[in-house]
């Protein structure tokens, strides 16, 4: 069979105006910017369907607006025209709300997403929780002079509270606050493409309770952080510092919608330098992709995201045990990021357990074979979570549609898997105290460690191949002199560290979006396939909030 093809070439079109109708608080410029096609250009299919997907993006108009072309005076002029419906752009929220990771949460913001009608955003907001406060004013101007070039700063105050869990109790341990500013300014290179540079300056403060955590341990009066009852970890934390850091990111970004994309993807690759001043210097790394499938006709939406970073320590901290970076600057992995597994609930971890005591003699309980008994009840388990330099994060997406009176109730089901992974952090010197008795060296009233070993002298390691170092048992120290044998209330304890590896743990579920009468809900059900050791898992897990 023969086939022939026979093409004709059609007269080039060209846009002889661009109308844009209907905005009355918008400036004229704000939508005209948006647009991929200019006067006089030739028309372009593709340049109206970017054109479109921005001015979506801006969130100041109708949902699915689309440009429309007209015949213009001439067959081969055509008029695009944006016929604009404005929406309510300003923000005046009060909302209360209830989190599994947050418990109760009282908000209040008032935020101007197109100030003036000129595309700026400028805001104020106040939030409030049992863990954590946040007070911050910020403004973004995407087009500064006119110029494409976007600006914006932070300003803010934060009030973090750290907790660890025994059980399912979550205690108080750390407090940080935090007061600083962010600055930000982003140039594009290409349509998808931009680049974008930050500065960011934050002094932070980081305390503990003296009457939980603190005691006399020299004998001068003066009570200072004791790792019997905080832990070493906790306590190379305490003090304040000064972080000066300047950022680089490169972002690239095709997605049909900000809001709610179905097709399209975003990477951002991003480098922080600390040290520019200040008292703590490393190197930070991230980078982030996502991307989207609107699979035919069907409405369903695949989607797959994935991030990683790393941190890398400039300077030394000097001790034992003690990590190059701080334990505030160190990544954190767990709900709400990855699902299944509870907030910081994956990554390396010390679990603190009690030896039990007989009331008699202060003594620890032995078993037939002469080993002291531990509480290994989960609730008499304290678990805390001490972060890691490196991290990876997956995840993929199935969103499932329904029929039409499902959607109008806002309902979005979804399938998903979790994958991802925290790790790399010096293992802390961990405490082994069967009878509750603290060995202090008799000329500095500290308390003294050793290095455990097994019965032919050699020395233990942790499966990285790291010294276990306990609270010495030995009356008389390296240099001969006497220790005090001090018995020290709740101190009768033995560390465990886990978590420290980079083996993915894995979850699958079933995630359902609504948006409800009583304000976003968002609800999960997962199952683990793969967890380490020390991981705490969640098998459910919700959000939900109001205004009012």
Request: aromatic fraction near 10%.
């Amino acid at each position: 069979m023969n086939i022939t093809f026979i093409l004709r070439q059609a007269p080039r079109v060209y846009v002889e105006r661009v109308d844009v109708n209907g905005n009355t608080l918008t400036q004229d410029k704000v939508v005209r910017r948006e647009f991929r096609l200019a006067e006089g250009d030739a028309f372009n299919s593709i340049g109206v369907q970017r054109t479109t997907a921005r001015i979506n993006s801006l969130g100041y108009f109708q949902e699915n607006f689309e440009v429309n072309q007209v015949e213009g005076s001439a067959p081969d002029r055509i008029v695009l025209e944006a016929n604009v419906e404005e929406q309510p752009t300003g923000e005046l929220q009060f909302s209360a709300g209830f989190s599994s990771i947050e418990q109760f949460i009282l908000a209040a913001s008032i935020r101007q997403r197109n100030f003036r009608g000129r595309g700026q955003t400028i805001g104020l907001s106040v939030n409030y929780s049992q863990f954590s406060s946040q007070a911050q004013v910020s403004f973004t101007e995407p087009y500064v002079f006119d110029r494409n070039i976007s600006a914006g700063i932070d300003v803010y105050r934060r009030d973090f509270n750290s907790f660890n869990f025994n059980g399912s109790d979550r205690n108080t341990t750390f407090s940080q606050a935090t007061t600083g500013f962010t600055g930000r300014l982003g140039v594009p290179l290409t349509e998808f493409m931009s680049l974008v540079g930050s500065y960011t300056l934050n002094y932070d403060e980081v305390s503990l309770d003296e009457d939980l955590f603190f005691s006399d341990l020299d004998g001068d009066g003066v009570a200072t952080c004791d790792p019997l009852l905080a832990g070493r970890f906790l306590c190379d934390a305490l003090g304040n510092r000064l972080s000066s850091i300047v950022g680089l990111s490169l972002r690239y970004n095709s997605l049909n919608s900000a809001f709610r994309p179905t097709r399209g993807q975003q990477v951002s690759l991003g480098a922080e330098f600390a040290g520019l001043g200040g008292d703590v210097r490393y190197l930070r790394f991230r980078g982030q992709a996502r991307k989207f499938w609107g699979i035919g006709n069907t409405g369903f939406i695949f989607s797959l995201s994935g991030e990683a970073g790393t941190i890398i320590p400039l300077q030394e901290r000097e001790g034992e045990g003690v990590d190059d970076i701080l334990l505030t600057d160190r990544f954190f992995l767990g709900e709400p990021r990855i699902r299944g597994f509870d907030i910081r609930g994956i990554g390396p971890r010390v679990l603190t357990q009690f030896y039990q005591l007989d009331p008699n003699t202060n003594n620890a309980v032995l078993d037939d074979d002469g080993n002291p008994i531990l509480f290994d009840a989960e609730d008499q388990t304290r678990d805390d979570a001490i972060g890691g330099r490196n991290y990876y994060l997956g995840r993929a997406e199935l969103e499932i549609p329904l029929g039409s009176g499902a959607r109008e109730l806002g309902l979005r089901p979804s399938l998903f898997v979790d994958v991802g992974a925290l790790w790399s952090v010096t293992q802390p010197v961990l405490q082994n105290n069967p009878n509750g008795i603290q060995q202090i060296d008799s000329d500095t009233g500290l308390p003294l460690f050793s290095t455990t070993v097994d019965g032919n002298g050699d020395t233990i390691v942790d499966t990285n191949g790291n010294a276990i170092r306990v609270f010495t048992t030995d009356p008389i120290d390296v240099n001969g002199n006497d220790n005090r044998r001090e018995i020290v209330a709740n101190s009768n304890i033995r560390e465990t560290f886990l978590g420290d590896s980079p083996s993915p743990r894995i979850a699958v579920g079933l995630g359902v979006n609504w948006n409800s009468p009583f304000g976003p809900f968002r609800i999960d059900l997962a199952h683990i396939v793969r967890k380490v050791d020390g991981d705490d898992d969640k098998t459910l897990q919700f959000n939900v909030g109001t205004q009012f």
